[in-house]
């Protein structure tokens, strides 16, 4: 980056800043990730020079030859991986993937039923504050309070109530894995479409380690910069009959001219997605979760539905008298970063909440396993336990970054 460097010295700096932090603290929030470096590599090319409105064969601007082979790379290779009929790569972020898919069929006021915010679900699962809560008429579910597991019954008795015309499962903050086959039933019996958004799990469904909704929900919608490990943007699959809708929906029903640069991107992230390699990746992320929660457990920590199944966890801190607030800064002093979240039932405001929601896909991507997970449990207890002694919280912060820098993001990129 030696011509960013000269032509613009501030935003150079403060890039390589952040290169440092990434590199020196640990990552635990669940939905982030390292890319890898050729994905990097196709994000900043020339590509974003160019207009592509439209899909290929059918552009509205000249010019598009490379565009087309590029962007039908991108959808056959993700077609591929989750064994879809058809795909759309063109969204720009998981929430407009889902916005898209609601304007293909649905017009304001519809009826729709989604997992709450506070359960573990997405603001754009039609939250009042997303546009998604203001266009259409949204009742939410939730978890079980004893289990804390999704109640398949108290959702279908909901369904055949209210009968929606979709019915959206798939979350932000749930550790457990989704029934996809049970929603589609469910929004079948009621003449619902239902759609699962898979943003956070996608690197585990088409890897077979969580059971996939491709084929078994109408929708299935992604984004693709969580554990799939690509460019930050979003997927639509669904098959050949919703076809054409969808693609009216994201263009020119939503956005203008696709990023190229991100497309080429996420076509090499579903190359990526498909090797071996990236299998055992994925396999390691669900191992490293489950060491680091067992180990919490160990620790006192009471575990959301008593365990993981996937990539996240979420610790219950209401019985050591903290908030989630006060958790995330606690640890970020200590060099740890993770995000404050809801937790069923909490008694804390969603301003403070009750509980913190932790995630291993940035820190495997890094090379860490179950012992560098064992360390990070305890560290995190540690510190949790010494909120109010800022000289153990730096003590903290001092050996994450020696052990960090044994686990650089890209050995072979040094900057300044
Ligand atoms: C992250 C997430 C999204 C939104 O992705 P953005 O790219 O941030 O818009 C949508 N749905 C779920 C379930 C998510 O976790």
Not at 97 to 114: H, I, Q, T, W
Not at 334 to 359: D, H, M, Y
Request: aromatic share 8%.
């Amino acid at each position: 980056m030696s011509s960013l460097a000269l032509f613009d010295p501030e935003i150079f700096d403060l890039i390589n800043r952040e290169h440092w932090r990434q590199t020196e603290g640990l990552e635990l929030i669940a939905s982030e990730n390292v890319v890898a470096r050729e994905v990097l590599e196709a994000m900043g090319t020339i590509l974003t020079n160019k207009y592509a409105e439209g899909y290929p064969g059918k552009r509205y601007y000249g010019g598009c030859e490379f565009h087309d082979q590029i962007e039908n790379l991108a959808r056959d290779r993700l077609c591929r991986l989750f064994g879809a009929e058809h795909a759309n790569v063109q969204p720009h972020s998981g929430s407009q993937a889902n916005e898209a898919v609601y304007l293909s069929f649905m017009k304001p006021g519809d009826k729709m039923m989604s997992q709450s915010l506070n359960n573990g679900g997405h603001l754009s699962h039609g939250d009042p504050a997303n546009i998604s809560g203001k266009y259409f008429d949204v009742t939410p579910y939730g978890v079980d309070f004893d289990t804390e597991l999704l109640d398949y019954g108290a959702i279908e008795e909901t369904a055949r109530k209210l009968k929606p015309k979709l019915i959206v499962c798939g979350a932000s903050a749930y550790p457990r894995e989704i029934d996809f086959k049970a929603f589609a039933e469910i929004a079948e019996d009621v003449g619902a479409k239902s759609m699962a958004d898979i943003a956070h799990i996608s690197g585990l469904c088409c890897t077979g380690l969580h059971n996939s909704p491709v084929g078994v929900t109408t929708f299935t919608t992604s984004t693709t910069h969580k554990t799939l490990r690509g460019p930050r943007g979003g997927v639509i699959m669904c098959n050949k009959e919703e076809a054409s809708r969808i693609d009216n929906a994201v263009f020119p029903g939503m956005q203008g001219g696709p990023l190229m640069h991100v497309i080429a991107a996420k076509a090499v992230c579903f190359r990526e997605a498909s090797t071996p390699e990236y299998k055992e990746y994925a396999k390691q992320v669900v191992k490293n979760c489950k060491v680091l929660t067992a180990a919490l457990e160990d620790n006192n920590f009471r575990l959301v539905s008593g365990g993981t199944d996937n990539h996240l966890c979420l610790v219950d801190l209401s019985d050591h008298n903290i908030s989630g607030h006060q958790a995330e800064l606690t640890l970020g002093r200590a060099g740890i970063t993770v995000n404050k979240n809801t937790i069923p039932r909490q008694a804390l405001s969603p301003f403070e909440t009750s509980g913190i929601r932790i995630g291993t896909p940035t820190i495997t991507s890094r090379g860490m396993k179950e012992d560098e997970c064992k360390q990070i449990a305890d560290w995190i207890s540690r510190a949790l336990k010494n909120m109010d002694k800022p000289a153990v919280l730096s003590e903290i912060k001092e050996e994450v970054k020696k052990f960090c820098l044994r686990f650089p993001l890209y050995p072979e990129i040094r900057m300044t």
